[in-house]
């Protein structure tokens, strides 16, 4: 067996392989890299996209939670949409009409992500208890007037940060955890299917902040963490990632697929957005706001999403911002939290509905507001 | 699917292993080298399968390619092109003749398909600003910009005379790079690049050695902006015994000292650190706090972290907690009733009520 001091040895020798490796890794990738999307975009003539102040006009607020809204969900095909709060409630919203359809008191009032199956008939929500609770929409409500849960998906280590089902596939789930992992869940059984990352480290390093499954290739979904990188898996194969992504300086907060399924957007608390190229692990550009007059850090990224072009990226900020960068020049067009009728407080959670007519914030205002193009107010013209 | 009846089951409690092994000795580097060895295996694939990968300007050009093929309803409507350049514009692709004047005499922007322009061969100039600048439009191979002599290529790369570049200014191009301002022919050197400010640093020496694109001057950073603990490349001042295995990503988060204690702490949502959420939520737990489970109380709940007593008030301690432990620290209740119980089985949210610290019933319940 080999002594304490040879281990030491190779220790080194392997740590410094690992480094060297990295290196040149990084220089490899820095030869390849001879523009970036907003440089081509300006070599080829686009023109940059222009809105006026009142171009993205809010066209509804959905009042109704007491505490800060932590997260967001469209339906797929209907315009429902679902919130999680910190006053432990899930409400269903349809958000043509403003009503609420449902409002689902929790068990654990620590929730921190929700999402609707693709039916739209079901839930799903986790946070602190370290477990994602499942309702179905049609049950009957109990004698408190409580909706019951259908299933709890427990195993998770850690606070379920993200969750997302599978496009297509209301038995399918993946969620993210603070104990470093993703899991892959069979809703009707509550079983794990498959764990990515875990106790023999080949996924993150550290908590899992979010989550986006490829809508156009279902096997594949990246995830962001506080390590600072994202990371692709395939999930017919949980042993290893396919590719890591390195580029951001602080934790990863959202992760984002882009619409042509081969690129996806980042949002990171070191104040950067960053667009990757999915087969390559190329970053293909950084969107970085000016920093203030006052020098001051700069605030994080909380959430994105992109329009259903992919021509605008929506970013959310942790000082009470909400950027919509033109994508492919690199440049922000509008600042939707300076608008009239804008949210009060930070934006945690953004969503595009799924015809990409309409973008929903989420705030620490306890509102949710929904916006559309002005001149395209349909279906949101009837109040 | 079938529905479930709606019980919630306490979720199961298996015994598992302690979540960190054994972290002196051998059997650390042992898997630490394992670990590394595994990490050197993966690297070396992605070296690999970097050979033969074409450079991000192809990936940029299917960006561009595919941004445009899906209406977009968040964008703003492009201006509706005048009748007249409507006819105008489906006479010139009959008739098929392209002259300079007569491109830029319209708003819209006649697309010439044979090759026919005045001194240059035609393309689609997307931009019309081109014309009426009085600049010709040169034509490249598959796209046009506007410079100051025809029909030259489009600077992709730095050359080494900017002659024979499009929109490379002479002073860009490399080697000499000291009055550089077209980022796109100058290299990313910071020996020699002239460079904005490090716009997203708050610090030019908060930049990398390794000289991200963006900052002008590339030293070292210092350790107030960068990991204390892990990932302590780049570091100047960094502890070199740092322990990655602490998974602190804050600055603020803890020294190494403190990170080598962190795995004591029980489990605490996974904390080992502050919190990230806790200013959502209320501090979850320091490590320090969660030495302080008390074991009677918390029986069969090995991850409570800071059992309240509150817990197990009005239990004898003969008896186990009736109710299972709270592990997340239950906030104070301004608007609860003081008078009732926390012992009422109704009662399924417990709290302290903030005025008379007396175990309360955050739901109210009436017994």
Known sequence: MASVADLKEKHAAATASVNSLRERLRQRREMLLDTDVARYSKVQGRAPVSFNPTDLVCCRTLQGHSGKVYSLDWTPEKNWIVSASQDGRLIVWNALTSQKTHAIKLHCPWVMTCAFAPNGQSVACGGLDSACSIFNLNSQADRDGNMPVSRILTGHKGYVSSCQYVPDQETRLITSSGDQTCVLWDVTTGQRISIFGGEFPSGHTADVQSVSINSSNTNMFVSGSCDATVRLWDIRIASRAVRTYHGHEGDVNSVKFFPDGHRFGTGSEDGTCRLFDMRTGHQLQVYSREPDRNDNELPAVTSIAFSISGRLLFAGYSNGDCYVWDTLLAEVVLNLGNLQNSHDGRISCLGMSSDGSALCTGSWDKNLKVRTFKKRLFPFTTS | ?367
């Open chain 2, 1 to 367: 699917m079938g529905e479930e009846v709606a019980v919630v089951l306490e979720p199961p409690r298996p015994k598992s292993p302690p979540r960190y092994p054994d972290l002196c000795g051998r059997r650390r580097l042992q898997l630490e080298l394992q670990i590394l060895n595994r990490e050197i295996d993966f690297l070396k694939d992605e070296l690999q399968s970097l050979e033969g990968v074409p450079q991000v300007s192809r990936s940029c050009k299917e960006v561009n390619e595919f941004v445009g093929t899906k209406q977009d309803p968040l964008l703003p409507i492009e201006k509706k092109r005048h009748r007249s350049c409507r006819l105008f514009w489906w006479i010139r692709s009959k008739v098929c003749i392209c002259a300079s004047w007569i491109c830029c005499s319209c708003q819209c922007l006649p697309k010439c398909k044979s090759p026919c322009c005045f001194d240059c061969s035609c393309c689609s100039c997307p931009d019309v600003s081109c014309c009426r600048s009085g600049k010709k439009r040169c034509c490249g191979l598959d796209n046009c910009s506007c410079c100051d002599s025809c029909c030259k290529p489009v600077c992709t790369s730095c050359s080494p005379s900017c002659s024979s570049c499009c929109n490379c200014k002479p002073s860009c191009c490399k080697p000499n790079c000291s009055s550089c301002c077209n980022l796109s022919c100058c290299k990313p050197d910071c020996g020699s690049c002239c460079k904005p400010n490090c716009s997203g640093f708050k610090l030019p020496s908060c930049c990398k050695f390794q000289c991200s694109p963006s900052c002008c001057h590339c030293t070292l950073p210092s350790c107030s902006s960068c990991n204390p603990c892990g990932s302590c490349k780049g570091c100047c001042s960094c502890p070199s015994d740092c322990k990655p295995s602490c998974g602190c990503f804050s600055a603020q988060c803890c020294s190494c000292r403190e990170c080598c204690s962190c795995p004591q702490c029980s489990s605490c949502f996974g904390c080992f650190k502050p919190f990230k959420w806790s200013s959502l939520f209320g501090s979850c737990c320091s490590c320090k706090q969660c030495f302080k489970c008390q074991s009677s109380c918390c029986k069969g709940a090995p991850s409570c972290c800071k059992c309240q007593s509150s817990c197990c008030e009005g239990e004898d301690g003969s008896s186990s907690c009736w109710r299972s432990c709270c592990s997340i620290p239950k906030p104070s209740c301004s608007g609860c009733s003081c008078g009732c119980v926390w012992s009422c089985k109704k009662c399924t949210e417990g709290c302290r009520c903030s005025g008379c610290r007396n175990p309360c019933c955050a739901t109210g319940c009436l017994c």
